[in-house]
T-cell receptor
Framework: GQQVMQIPQYQHVQEGEDFTTYCNSS?????IQWYKQRPGGHPVFLIQLVKSGEVKKQKRLTFQFGEAKKNSSLHITATQTTDVGTYFC???????????FGKGTTLSVSS | DAGVTQSPTHLIKTRGQQVTLRCSPKSGHDTVSWYQQALGQGPQFIFQYYEEEERQRGNFPDRFSGHQFPNYSSELNVNALLLGDSALYLC????????????FGAGTRLSVL
């Protein structure tokens, strides 16, 4: 079945350093989404990418969708302690179909 | 405007028992999906309800069943609980026409002893 892999599983950075997490799907996706889950919290929607090669920015966060629509990345510039949490990518083969989540990348930031 | 609400927050059951979890979707949303999140894992899709019918189902046994009510709220039932059912159960809602994006509730933490 469809699988979504994320690397790295864990990342620790010093405050102010950059951070990148990568997401790879075994199949072509119709769209990919990114969620953030704070420790003890629930996933919160960050963004959805739909087009091949799409790049979107939200302040210090940059999201990319690969040309083949099978991979994606999330880059955070100059991390802050508020960025701590687990970042999940999730994709579906077709619009409206069940999302398959990756296992997430857990980011810790020390000041 | 209330978001997605789930009850109870925590629940402790023993093997073989049955459990019912409840979810009220965000105002304006008519589609409810349920996920199971084991410790250290991503959410795993259980099923989705729209117009009081199960529309999609993930790879979960028949012990997992659900229901949606006319007011769009939903229940997740799990029978014959196993130790491996211990997890955070998340409810997510969305409008049917924009159901790709999931708005999650805070979840119910189920412990099976």
């Amino acid at each position: 079945g469809q699988q979504v892999m994320q690397i790295p599983q864990y990342q620790h950075v010093q405050e102010g350093e950059d951070f990148t997490t990568y997401c790879n799907s075994s199949t072509t996706l119709s769209n990919i989404q990114w969620y953030k889950q704070r420790p003890g919290g629930h996933p919160v929607f960050l963004i959805q990418l739909v087009k091949s090669g799409e790049v979107k920015k939200q302040k210090r966060l940059t999201f990319q969708f690969g040309e083949a629509k099978k991979n994606s990345s999330l880059h955070i510039t100059a991390t802050q302690t508020t960025d701590v949490g687990t970042y999940f990518c999730a994709g579906g083969r077709q619009a409206g179909t069940a999302l398959i989540f990756g296992k997430g990348t857990t980011l810790s930031v020390s000041s | 405007d209330a978001g997605v609400t789930q009850s109870p927050t925590h629940l402790i059951k023993t093997r073989g028992q049955q459990v019912t979890l409840r979810c009220s979707p965000k105002s304006g949303h008519d589609t409810v999906s349920w996920y199971q999140q084991a410790l250290g894992q991503g959410p795993q899709f259980i099923f989705q309800y729209y117009e009081e019918e199960e529309r999609q189902r993930g790879n979960f046994p028949d012990r997992f069943s659900g229901h949606q009510f006319p007011n769009y709220s939903s229940e997740l039932n799990v029978n014959a609980l196993l130790l491996g059912d211990s997890a955070l159960y998340l409810c997510a809602s969305s409008p049917w026409t924009g159901r790709d994006i999931q708005y999650f509730g805070a979840g119910t933490r189920l412990s099976v002893l």
